[in-house]
């Protein structure tokens, strides 16, 4: 199998995906994350996808999968949860030394 420039990104292109698309309602199977990394030009097989996410899962990255009705993989928590979020957005927004310009970027 020929490997692509992008091959060396599969586990970052993971990652990301995981991060943006994924959570306890929304999980992701692996077929979904095979096609995912196609749509970045990186060819991979199930088992090198369990290997990356094990790979994540040691890293740090909080990986779980779910069997049953909607199987599939998801990011169990994040950094920030989405009430820390919004306590953060409206901490920005009410600060009156930020410009409105650097708030928007903020946020």
Known sequence: MARSP???LK?????????ERTDEE???TVKELIDT?????????RKSIYDDLETLSL???DVQSRKGRS??????????????L???MDAVQSSRFITQKKSDALI
Do not use: C, Y
Request: glycine share 6%; no cysteine; net charge negative.
């Open 6 to 8: 992008n091959q060396k």
């Open 11 to 19: 586990t970052l292109i993971l990652q990301k995906t995981l991060l």
């Open 26 to 28: 929304h999980p992701m």
């Open 37 to 45: 990394l196609a749509a970045w030009d990186v060819t991979a097989e």
């Open 59 to 61: 890293f740090g990255l």
């Open 71 to 84: 199987p599939g993989w998801f990011i169990g928590s994040r950094e920030f949860e989405l009430p820390e």
């Open 86 to 88: 919004k306590l953060l």
